[in-house]
């Protein structure tokens, strides 16, 4: 048995599809079923239901087989025991720093002010501002991260953006481009290599579509 790790929402919704093409269907839709492991068509194949962030945890400790996660999360958790050899391109959006509308950032970051800055990324943002040379004092969120500067806790953030509606519906500017991310299939290290036989159909069907 493969077990494949998936969030719900995006992520699970781009992956059907590429699993259709193999010939695999899910068995329920994770909106509404409870259920955190789902069957598939192929009796070989089993799906878990897990939060986005979590998906390089089960799979790095092989509970789960594969699975598809965000290279914002991958970057995050780290590469150990883990492999990310096909980039989907889906869930495609990019990392990016915000502050409010009426903030001068260049000014700012010129003057060398030091910023406080709100995010989920505390480890990208930490590497970007670094690289840049610019002081700021980290504070972790688990969502919400454009409510920050619009209540007084942050400067900026660092958050996802794809359309930029978000921020735009809550008077943010996006002014830094940190990374563009993609979602990646991971593939626990020691499966790769002792369960290679069975896992390379599915592979091959991924990287294929
Ligand atoms: P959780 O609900 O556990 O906090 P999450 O909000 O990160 O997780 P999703 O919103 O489903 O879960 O995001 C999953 C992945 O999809 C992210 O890691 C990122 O790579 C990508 N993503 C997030 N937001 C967008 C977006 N607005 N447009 C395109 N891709 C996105
Ligand atoms: C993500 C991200 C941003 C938003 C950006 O949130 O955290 O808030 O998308 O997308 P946009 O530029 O197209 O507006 P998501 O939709 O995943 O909601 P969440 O807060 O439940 O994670
Ligand atoms: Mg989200």
Request: proline share 4%.
């Amino acid at each position: 048995m493969i077990t494949l790790a998936l969030s719900k929402g995006r992520i699970f919704d781009e992956t059907l599809p590429m699993l259709a093409k193999a010939g695999i269907t899910v068995s329920e839709d994770p909106e509404s079923s409870r259920k955190l492991i789902l069957p598939t068509s192929s009796p070989n194949l089993r799906v878990i239901i897990v939060r986005a962030s979590d998906v390089p945890t089960y799979v790095q400790y092989g509970a789960a087989d594969i699975g598809v996660a965000g290279y914002d999360v991958l970057a995050e958790h780290g590469m150990d025991g883990l492999y990310a050899p096909i980039d989907l391109g889906i869930a495609k959006c990019r990392l990016s720093v915000a502050v409010r509308d009426g903030f001068d950032y260049v000014s700012a970051v010129r003057q060398g002010a030091r910023l406080r800055v709100v995010t989920k990324y505390v480890e990208q943002a930490r590497e970007h501002f670094a690289n840049k040379g610019v002081h700021v004092d980290l504070i972790k969120l688990y969502g919400s991260m454009e409510l920050g500067p619009l209540v007084g806790l942050a400067d900026a953030i660092v958050d996802l953006v794809s359309t930029g509606n978000t921020l735009k519906a809550n008077q943010l500017k996006e002014v830094e481009v940190i990374s563009q991310i993609s979602s990646r299939l991971v593939v626990n290290q020691a499966a790769y290599k002792r369960r290679r036989e069975q896992l390379q159909p599915l592979l091959d069907a991924f990287s294929k579509v």
